[in-house]
């Protein structure tokens, strides 16, 4: 089984009631659970590899709902869905507006939790693939030579080789080599794939005047 096959909820809630019915619930679907009575449990264990998600309570005994989803803002992190027996509409959109997936009041119907868990799956899906594209590109990136990454910025800014070459003060035939070497190495297929990738390694793009 892949990482991306393997999906994995984790549950923070201090009244063990709710952690059981939930974990059997999540288990009857299929979804491996783990369940956490504080946040600060959650932050010591072991993180999953594949797509996941938070089913967090809002009031915990040591670090609250809120402030466990701030803390994990600066850092990758699975997907929130609140749950909450005290909830308002404040609440709510505090939660969402910060990037939650879902806020729900307890009780809470198993099909709005499944359709939260599933929606939070999926987006959590989509970001480990964005991050393993972009770690291949870093690795990309890496393996060019000093000059190579010289030439790079150059050619997605729209800069001829002639250009290209008399801003690095080389020839134009040494300008060409490296340039054909770089796109080799990025698995740039054209000059608008390169940018692509260049726009996604957020590596500066000037407009030149001249074409290409």
């Not at 590109?137 to 030439?151: F, I, K, M």
Request: with cysteine; hydrophobic share 40%; aromatic share 4%.
């Amino acid at each position: 089984m892949s990482h991306e096959d393997h999906k994995a909820v984790f549950v923070i809630d201090d009244d063990k009631r709710v952690r059981d019915g939930i974990s059997e619930l999540l288990e009857s679907w299929g979804i491996d659970v783990k369940t956490f009575a504080s946040a600060r449990e959650y932050l010591d264990a072991p993180k999953a590899q594949g797509p996941s998600c938070l089913v967090l309570d809002v009031r915990l005994p040591d670090i609250g709902g809120f402030e466990l989803q701030a803390q994990l803002a600066s850092q990758p992190h699975p997907p929130i869905i609140f749950i909450t027996g005290h909830g308002d509409i404040p609440m709510t959109v505090r939660a969402m507006k910060l990037g939650a997936v879902d806020f729900l009041p307890k009780p809470f119907k198993k099909h709005e939790l499944r359709v939260a868990i599933e929606a939070a799956l999926e987006r959590d899906r989509d970001a480990l693939r964005e991050r393993s594209s972009l770690h291949e590109l870093q690795n990309r990136l890496e393996s060019l030579s000093t000059r190579e990454r010289d030439v790079l910025p150059l050619v997605v800014s729209g800069l001829m080789n002639k250009q290209g070459a008399a801003k690095l003060g080389i020839s134009e035939i040494t300008f060409q080599i490296h340039r054909g070497n770089m796109m080799r190495k990025m698995q740039a297929d054209s000059l608008a794939d390169l940018v692509r990738i260049a726009t996604k390694l957020s590596i500066p793009i000037t407009h030149s005047r001249y074409g290409n």
